[in-house]
């Protein structure tokens, strides 16, 4: 499955950004996607994951705040991000993780105070 994420964008701080991840085929399958980041000078971090069951985990610094969710008739992952920090600003990348391991291109968001 190709994975290909859009939506990433500038907002200002307290503003919402909507991130999407189509994939190529069904993830109707798909045990684990997510969402990860990567700021400049960081590693990459995990951000919210979901498993098939609809279990989600999320990052201590996101919680409360990100919303991931799956489309499993859309083949889509999405994540609602509100509340934007500066310190959100990075690449972000969706992910299957189980049963395979598959990446997208990152989509860039950008947080100004």
């Known amino acids: 499955v190709q994975l290909q994420a859009s939506g990433g964008g500038l907002v200002q701080a307290g503003g919402s950004l909507r991130l999407s991840c189509a994939a190529s085929g069904s993830i109707f399958s798909v045990n684990v996607m997510g969402w990860y980041r990567q700021a400049p000078g960081k590693q990459r971090e995990m951000v919210a994951q979901?498993?098939?069951?609809?279990?989600?985990n999320y990052a201590d610094s996101v919680k409360g705040r990100f919303t991931i969710s799956r489309d499993n008739a859309k083949n889509t992952l999405y994540l609602q991000m509100n509340s934007l920090k500066p310190e959100d600003t990075a690449v972000y990348y969706c992910?299957?993780?189980?049963?395979?391991?598959?990446w997208g291109q990152g989509t860039q968001v950008t947080v100004s105070s």
């Open positions: 992910a299957v993780r189980l049963p395979y391991d598959s």
């Open positions: 979901i498993t098939s069951g609809g279990t989600t």
